[in-house]
């Protein structure tokens, strides 16, 4: 062997900790005979984990060795287990994809797979945002891999594209549409003229919004992929309390017809800025003028933005869930590791505290009562609300959060 070959050889190995050392070395050896096959279990065959069942049945590199379910699945044959030790015992298993949703059991399940030398796939926005610093920790000192490509943006390459161009040179603002859902409300609203219930049931109809679509209306799930995102571009790792959310849970017709007096149009959107340091990051609807490109997105697409000092704006446009969208990026994260990229995390990740208290713009108020805080911000009425000067984003939801408590109808909008 040549020393080059023995020199990269080292550099290979040393890159690895040593509980994935025998996968490597394995995938390694079998990819000189073109032979190399990643064993994969999955934990969850619902709608997304069906996708990926599918896509991997297709391809010669992937073997679906488990699927993990609660009940008997006979047309699974015999890849359907009931045990997560049935997993966790088998040496040949290198990757877990997990797309059970929830927290538990599923973050001791994944837990338990990295502490079992096993890569871990997610696409459980909730779990990752809720135990970010506890995973990354533990692949970190696992030495596996650890990601979560579809947990934001479902087949839209968002998390890869940013960790991508922070190779590079450091993210300063991101911001954009994450959730489908919401969208979907917001557009039919403007273009059919629909009331928000109409809507929503709907969407429940097309299986765009869940039985419960509390996560979705009042922010949660745009909320998490916010705070998934900020971890990844700025290196810090946020808590659920820390990012304000404000939903459209309460948004009316006459909210829709405020927004288009302005010749703008009503979005959810995720916002966050590194300023020197200086982190904002919240959730909240927003007029966007029409002619911008949040304007335009319709029915239950997304699209999602960050800025870069080299770069400027990037923008990624897609479907934000189903079943392939979200199931092919669940696989590309298996590709991903198998050619030796490992996850969404920094040596050096720090927390972190918002402050959106330098972040002010005027906003669209709409509350039943009188308030001698909004009274003496308001510059001009619009329809059944009001149109505030530049507030803060953390005043004005502090604000939010106990005229709440007075007008549970109240419906806030930043204007862009």
């Not at 934990?43 to 984990?49: E, I, P, Q, S």
């Not at 991508?164 to 059919?192: K, P, Y």
């Amino acid at each position: 062997m040549h020393f080059s070959s023995i020199s990269s050889c080292k550099n290979i190995f040393a890159f690895f900790s040593k509980s994935l050392r025998n996968f490597r070395l394995r995938a390694i050896l079998q990819s000189k005979k073109g032979c190399f096959c990643m064993k994969i279990a999955l934990l969850g065959c619902g709608v997304v984990g069906g996708g990926v069942l599918d896509i991997c049945n297709k391809r010669s590199d992937l073997e679906l060795k488990y699927v993990l379910v609660r009940r008997p699945r006979p047309e699974l044959g015999d890849k359907a287990v009931s045990d997560i030790d049935t997993i966790l015992n088998d040496a040949s298993v290198d990757t877990v994809i997990e797309v059970m949703g929830g927290l538990h059991p599923a973050f001791e399940y994944v837990t338990q797979a990295m502490k079992s030398g096993k890569n871990v796939v997610t696409a459980n926005k909730h779990l990752v945002a809720h135990y970010y610093r506890e995973l990354t920790q533990t692949a970190h000192e696992q030495g596996v891999a650890f990601r979560c490509t579809p947990a934001v943006g479902g087949g839209i390459p968002w998390l890869v594209n940013l960790e991508r161009v922070l190779r590079l040179d450091g993210v300063t603002a991101f911001s954009g549409i994450m959730n489908g859902t919401t969208n979907f409300i917001l557009d039919a609203m403007h273009t059919d003229g629909s009331d928000f219930a109409e809507v929503l049931r709907l969407a429940q109809e097309l299986g765009y919004a869940e039985a419960d679509p509390s996560a979705d209306i009042d922010g949660l799930d745009i909320q998490r992929k916010c705070i998934i995102t900020a971890n990844v571009a700025f290196g810090c790792c946020l808590s659920e309390e820390e990012v304000p959310v404000f939903g459209i849970r309460t948004v009316a017709a006459t909210d829709i017809a405020a927004a288009e007096s302005m010749n703008r149009v009503c979005k959810m959107l995720a916002f966050g800025k590194n300023s020197g340091g200086r982190l904002s990051v919240y959730v909240e609807p927003s007029f966007v003028p029409v002619g911008e490109l949040e304007a335009a997105v319709s029915a239950n697409r997304n699209v999602i933005s960050f800025e870069t000092a080299l770069t400027g704006k990037e923008s990624f446009y897609g479907q934000g869930a189903g079943r392939f969208p979200t199931a092919y990026n669940a696989v590309a994260d298996c590709l991903d590791i198998a050619s030796g990229v490992r996850g969404f995390y920094t040596d050096t990740m720090k927390p972190a505290k918002p402050d959106n208290s330098a972040e002010k713009h005027p906003y669209y108020v709409r509350f039943a009562g009188s308030d001698a805080w909004l009274d003496g911000v308001t510059v001009a009425p619009c329809g059944d609300g009001v149109v505030t000067g530049d507030i803060s984003v953390s005043e004005m939801h502090a604000w939010a959060a106990k005229a709440k408590q007075t007008d549970p109808a109240l419906f806030i909008a930043g204007i862009i």
